[in-house]
């Protein structure tokens, strides 16, 4: 793969959790952990919205959590990437039929990158993060 | 609280979540505050309820179990054995001893990794980030072993009703004896990293006090509890699987650190001894470990032809790495429970939260409410209130009913 011009910028990253079960969470931060280290290409969790290039969407989207996403995004600057990791967020995984959910995610934001898995490993978030990457180079071919 | 007495008593409020990078789960906080003081505190968890137990209400055990192991991606296990063991006793399934032993085994692995990713967390909110990536860079051994055992990292599938799905076989057990020397030779480093450090000493040391009498009124369990001195730990108590057979005493912080005070700091040097226990207890468990069979009845239809039959209630009762985790189930000669509720170990802890943040400065939030190690998507349950008649029953009601009972049974 050619490295893309948004590497010049780091990318940063935003997570936000809709109601999942905590498994995606802890598979996000066990990939900026030391085995993984993505942190030696930039690539970080920052506490704002509004600093991130990345949205990490996990969860089904419950009803409370629903209009809290929109928020988050809209605070994002472009160009923005959605990533939704989890079978939860796609499709509504295990709770498909809960009373309770606004969701899948893209019910809700518009999703760019999906990285399916219950929850997915390490190695499927950072080539779902590769993914995003091209994706953002071809956005600020466009602007 | 409600909002409006907050305003009145103290100058301003602060509000925290429920989307903040402190949290890594969802939850909405309000702080009154005095200067840099906490006085009142008001929380509002439920932005993660998904509905588990309606849900469960329309499938049958064996897809419940799998959906057990979504009420929290961190203890998994835990909700899975309880709920199990639940179903198993309606039933009157027979565990077969080896299928104990090795749900013992991974349930203390998970407590391991859930130790140890705490660790990292506690360290991450005080600021001291090279000491969280050293606590998730040694997690990483328990999450391959785990992987190993089970075949997965997260959310791991292989409990089921009446036994487990997979067996450990001769060629894992070195693998498993590698991991627990590996965790042994960490130990004293672990001590000394965390207990012998300055600032993390200064920052816990006295900070996020829960009282025994508060821990024991708040029906605090758990971890937090055994640091505030209170000796209860369902595998002590009222043992499960294959925790009869073995040696496990509830561990309370030791005299020689100031014995039990109630404070952060306590519940760090719980939850790192913990990890040591856990390692002895896996030990014990691969030596002690029968051979045999690992399912009751490996015919899923026949299995889900014995629960569609049963009659009957029960509880399963489990120790969490947050503390006692409880569901319970009653089924009816349907092929799904006619009910089914879980209780969360986080669920007793949330109240503890009150006592431990009064008093105490806006920079020592974040660590005091990640020290009863909170997980709120274990916790989001809903309660239906119908025709506005809560039914909750206070000592006094308790009492009445109990002395009625009495008279009836006289009559």
Same mark, same amino acid.
């Given at each position: $793969?050619?490295?893309?011009r ?7 990253v ?8 905590n ?5 996000i ?8 280290d993505?942190?030696?290409f930039?690539m ?18 419950t =009803?409370? $959590?629903?209009?809290?996403? &929109?928020?988050?995004?809209e605070? $994002? ?6 990533m939704?990791?989890?079978?939860c ?5 295990v709770?498909?039929?809960s ?11 518009p999703?760019d ?10 190695e499927a978030i950072?080539y ?6 091209e =994706?953002?180079? &071809?956005l600020?071919?466009?602007q | 609280m ?6 009145k008593t !103290?100058?301003?409020?602060v509000?925290i979540g ?8 969802p939850? @909405?906080f ?10 009142t ?8 309820h998904?509905?588990i137990?309606?849900m469960? @209400?329309?499938?049958n055990?064996v897809?419940? !179990?799998h959906?057990?192991?979504r !009420? ?7 909700? +899975?054995i309880?709920f199990?063991?639940? /179903?198993?006793?309606i ?11 090795i ?7 998970e ?7 705490w660790a990292?967390v ?5 600021g #001291?980030?090279?000491? #969280? ?7 990483e051994?328990?999450?391959?072993l785990?992987?190993n055992l089970t %075949?997965n990292r /997260?959310?791991?599938g292989i409990?089921?009703v009446g ?9 894992q ?8 020397a590996?965790y042994?030779?960490?130990l004293d480093q @672990?001590a000394?990293? #965390?207990?012998e450090?300055?600032?993390?000493r ?6 996020? #006090?829960?009282?025994e009498?508060?821990?024991?009124k708040?029906c ?10 209170l000796?209860?730990d369902?595998?002590?108590d009222?043992?499960?699987c294959?925790?009869g057979?073995l040696?496990v ?10 014995g ?5 700091y ?5 939850r790192?001894l913990?990890?040591g226990q +856990? ?5 014990q ?7 045999g ?11 889900l032809a014995a629960c569609k039959?049963?009659d009957?209630?029960?509880?399963g009762r489990?120790?969490a790495?947050? %503390?006692?985790?409880m569901?319970y ?7 799904a429970p006619e ?14 939260w ?6 105490e ?14 997980c709120l998507?274990c916790?989001d349950? !809903?309660t ?6 809560p039914?909750i ?8 009913l109990?002395?009625e009972?009495?008279?009836?049974l @006289?009559?």
């Amino acid at each position: $793969m050619k490295i893309p011009r948004s590497f010049n910028r780091s990318l940063w990253v935003f997570h936000l959790n809709t109601g999942s079960c905590n498994g995606c969470e802890i598979e996000i931060v066990a990939t900026i952990t030391p085995r993984y280290d993505p942190e030696r290409f930039g690539m970080r969790l920052v506490g704002s919205p509004k600093h991130a290039d990345v949205l990490l969407v996990t969860g089904p989207v419950t =009803k409370k $959590m629903a209009p809290r996403a &929109r928020r988050v995004y809209e605070q $994002m600057a472009n160009p923005k990437v959605v990533m939704c990791i989890g079978t939860c967020g796609q499709s509504g995984g295990v709770f498909y039929d809960s009373y309770n959910l606004d969701g899948p995610i893209d019910q809700v934001l518009p999703v760019d990158v999906y990285v399916p898995g219950c929850p997915p490993r390490p190695e499927a978030i950072i080539y779902g993060v590769v993914k995003a990457l091209e =994706k953002l180079e &071809r956005l600020e071919a466009e602007q | 609280m409600s909002a409006e007495k907050t305003k009145k008593t !103290v100058p301003y409020t602060v509000p925290i979540g429920p989307v903040h990078p402190a949290l890594k789960e969802p939850v @909405m906080f309000t702080f009154g505050m005095e200067g840099e003081i906490v006085r009142t505190v008001d929380f509002a968890p439920g932005q993660t309820h998904r509905g588990i137990e309606w849900m469960g @209400m329309r499938r049958n055990p064996v897809q419940i !179990v799998h959906l057990t192991d979504r !009420v929290c991606g961190i203890c998994g296990i835990v909700h +899975s054995i309880s709920f199990a063991r639940a /179903v198993e006793q309606i039933v009157g399934i027979e565990v077969p001893e080896r299928a104990d032993y090795i749900r013992t085994i991974l349930h203390e692995l998970e407590r391991i990794q859930s130790h140890l990713l705490w660790a990292g967390v506690a360290a991450h909110e005080l600021g #001291f980030d090279s000491l #969280f990536y050293l606590a998730w860079r040694v997690r990483e051994e328990s999450m391959d072993l785990i992987e190993n055992l089970t %075949g997965n990292r /997260v959310n791991y599938g292989i409990i089921q009703v009446g036994g487990v799905r997979r067996d450990i076989s001769d060629e894992q057990r070195p693998l498993i004896e590698k991991g627990l020397a590996y965790y042994e030779g960490l130990l004293d480093q @672990m001590a000394t990293l #965390f207990l012998e450090d300055s600032t993390i000493r200064m920052r816990c040391r006295d900070h996020g #006090f829960l009282s025994e009498d508060d821990a024991r009124k708040l029906c605090t369990v758990g971890p937090s509890a055994r640091a505030s001195g209170l000796n209860m730990d369902v595998r002590q108590d009222y043992p499960y699987c294959a925790y009869g057979d073995l040696d496990v005493k509830a561990i309370l912080p030791p005299a020689e650190t100031g014995g039990p005070r109630g404070d952060v700091y306590d519940r760090i040097i719980v939850r790192l001894l913990e990890i040591g226990q +856990s390692v002895g207890i896996i030990r014990q468990c691969l030596d002690a470990m029968p051979a045999g069979e690992i399912l009751w009845e490996p015919k899923m239809a026949k299995l889900l032809a014995a629960c569609k039959k049963a009659d009957g209630e029960a509880i399963g009762r489990v120790e969490a790495p947050r %503390g006692e985790c409880m569901h319970y189930v009653r089924m009816a000669g349907k092929e799904a429970p006619e009910s089914w509720k879980i209780k969360a170990s986080t669920y007793s802890n949330l109240m503890s939260w009150i006592p431990m943040l009064q008093g105490e400065q806006l920079a020592d939030i974040p660590i005091i409410v990640a020290s009863i190690d909170p997980c709120l998507s274990c916790t989001d349950r !809903v309660t239906v209130v119908r025709d506005g008649k809560p039914d909750i029953l206070t000592k006094e009601d308790l009492t009445r009913l109990s002395r009625e009972k009495t008279r009836r049974l @006289m009559q």
